[in-house]
């Protein structure tokens, strides 16, 4: 059991899971004076298996934090926009910054290094025990009071008390399955694969969204890491990729092997470490997120963007949000849904219009002929790709996408 910090029975605060929310989370409790106990059953660093991409609402947070020095001097490449295709082929890279006058606004680091300095930091403020698996929650009356669970290096159970539990540990999270909170509509879920590959060539300073006939709804990526590495994989929902029966790692080799655009850049390139594949749940679908005794943040509460698949950022900003309702909490002695109930309203006010934004993006990315004609009318036209690197700088400006008025205007741009 690797642990820093003297360990007791009881604390003010269990977080289960390192990954960003949970070490944000953490971060945010111990600065305001509490003491936190940090579990994961993982040992850092650990791989996670995501896109990589970070984009700039992450920035702000780490900053508060105090981490952003550590992950900007972890190795990463910076983002300066997106290149998207079209179902038929046509390639438009978006800047969303000018590399030659600002700071890039999102990065690409792999979550092995990226989920270990933030985990790292945290160590410097609370409790933390690695390889720790939580089992079950402990119940008084109707109210969460702890943790039980088992050390995997010694095979010994132990319990652990406190006046709030905060689950943090993922897609496939224990505290949310023991609550019964849990997203498990196919309809909103994307089931996702990712390799690492090196000797990529033509990388750039952007992410690509590549909107291959075989996957839609979804997409095929290319995520650039230093040296010609690159994450790639592909993402789709549940419920389409079974009523297709689409196989992603088939259909993500036949766009790279086949598909004009990727074949001569993957060549030469090679896997690197295989295939993993995991479930997102979405922010499309809203799930109870606090309750007696208890809170979830991150993946666990459900949180992806239902467009662009990230959650980093998300489970950052649900990090900060929920670090504020506890604090009320400690301040009332109050750790029931009356009080932490807030954290639904509060967390939803922050990060509701643009998950019901994106989740609208997402129906119109399902629309091949609207995809080519938006993609398109991009290629030719400067006014339309300011319209979208203004999307992807300030989300207000994404509703523009589902207005009729929007695609008028395409017509006579």
């Known amino acids: 059991m690797a642990s820093s910090g003297s360990l007791k029975d009881s604390y003010d605060v269990i977080v289960v899971g390192g990954g960003p929310a949970g070490s944000a989370c953490a971060t945010y409790l111990a600065k305001q004076g509490r003491d936190v106990l940090l579990l994961d059953r993982a040992k850092f660093p650990r791989d996670k298996v995501c896109g990589d991409g970070t984009s700039g609402k992450s920035v702000q947070i780490l900053k508060e934090l105090g981490a952003l020095e550590a992950v900007q001097a972890a190795e990463h490449q910076d983002m300066y926009g997106v290149t998207f295709s079209s179902p038929n082929g046509m390639v438009v890279p978006i800047a969303s910054a000018d590399k030659s006058k600002q700071k890039a606004p999102g990065f690409v680091c792999r979550r092995e290094v990226f989920d270990n300095v933030l985990f790292q930091h945290a160590k410097k403020f609370c409790t933390v025990i ?57 309809k909103h879920q994307v089931a996702a694969i990712r390799a ?56 993500m080799f036949d766009a790279i092997q086949n598909n004009a655009l990727f074949k001569e850049r993957f060549a030469n390139a090679q896997v690197e470490g295989g295939i993993k594949s995991w479930f997102l749940p979405l922010g499309s679908k809203r799930v109870k997120v606090a309750g007696n005794g208890w809170m979830l943040i991150g993946d666990a509460a459900s949180l992806i963007d239902p467009f662009s698949g990230e959650g980093i950022g998300n489970s950052l900003v649900s990090a900060k949000v929920a ?91």
């Open 323 to 413: 670090s504020g309702i506890i604090a009320v909490a400690f301040q009332k002695n109050d750790f029931t849904e009356a009080t932490l109930g807030a954290f639904q309203k509060a967390l939803f006010d922050e990060l509701g219009h643009s998950l019901d934004t994106s989740y609208k993006l997402q129906k119109i990315g399902q629309n091949t002929f609207l995809l080519n004609w938006i993609i398109g009318k991009a290629a030719r036209k400067e006014k339309v790709r300011q319209a979208i690197s203004a999307a992807l700088i300030n989300p207000e400006q994404q509703k523009q996408f589902y207005s009729p008025w929007f695609y008028l205007k395409l017509l006579f741009a």
């Open 130 to 186: 690695e390889g720790f698996f939580v089992n079950d929650l402990i119940r008084e009356s109707d109210q969460v009071v702890g943790v039980t669970g088992m050390d995997s290096s010694t095979r010994q159970n132990h319990t652990f008390r406190s006046k709030l539990v905060v689950g943090a540990d993922g897609a496939g999270s224990i505290v949310a399955r023991k609550v019964g909170s849990v997203n498990n509509d196919e």
């Open 196 to 251: 690492y590959y090196k000797n990529v060539e033509g990388n750039s300073d952007q992410i690509e969204l590549h909107f291959v006939p075989e996957v839609i709804p979804g997409y095929f990526w290319i995520f650039p890491l230093p040296n010609k590495h690159a994450n790639v994989g592909i993402g789709m929902l549940v419920s389409h990729m079974k009523q297709k029966r689409v196989n992603l790692q088939q259909a």
